[in-house]
């Protein structure tokens, strides 16, 4: 976890698993990102992704679910179903 948050935020980092070939730690290239795309890379974009009235999010067109190798159950989207009826009152 440190390495990929030293790659983030560092302009070179090392990694104890990435070795040159005397065995000594490699200088790696890190990207050094801004405080404000860091913040997004890390948690924002996730929070975004995940909140439950995305903004500009439209389904244009119907989903063809047999190219998706799933089965098509009929609910809206963002709508939970209920336990099943075997797990019910366990």
Same mark, same amino acid.
């Not at 200088?27 to 974009?45: A, F, H, M, P, Q």
């Given at each position: 976890?440190q #390495? +990929?948050v030293?790659m983030?935020t560092l /302009?070179?980092y090392? #990694?104890?698993?990435?070795? /040159? ?11 050094k990102?801004? &405080? @404000?795309i860091l913040?997004?890379v890390?948690y924002?974009? +996730?929070?975004d992704f995940t ?6 999010? @439209?389904?244009?067109? &119907?989903i063809?679910?047999?190219?998706m190798n @799933?089965?098509?159950?009929n609910?809206? %989207?963002g709508?939970?179903? %209920? %336990?099943? @009826? ?5």
């Amino acid at each position: 976890m440190q #390495c +990929y948050v030293d790659m983030l935020t560092l /302009d070179e980092y090392t #990694c104890s698993f990435v070795k /040159d070939r005397q065995g000594k730690d490699m200088k790696l290239k890190g990207l050094k990102l801004s &405080e @404000v795309i860091l913040e997004k890379v890390l948690y924002k974009n +996730y929070e975004d992704f995940t909140s439950r009235k995305p903004v500009g999010t @439209v389904i244009e067109r &119907e989903i063809d679910w047999s190219k998706m190798n @799933v089965k098509k159950l009929n609910r809206k %989207p963002g709508q939970a179903f %209920p %336990p099943p @009826v075997s797990m019910k009152g366990q």
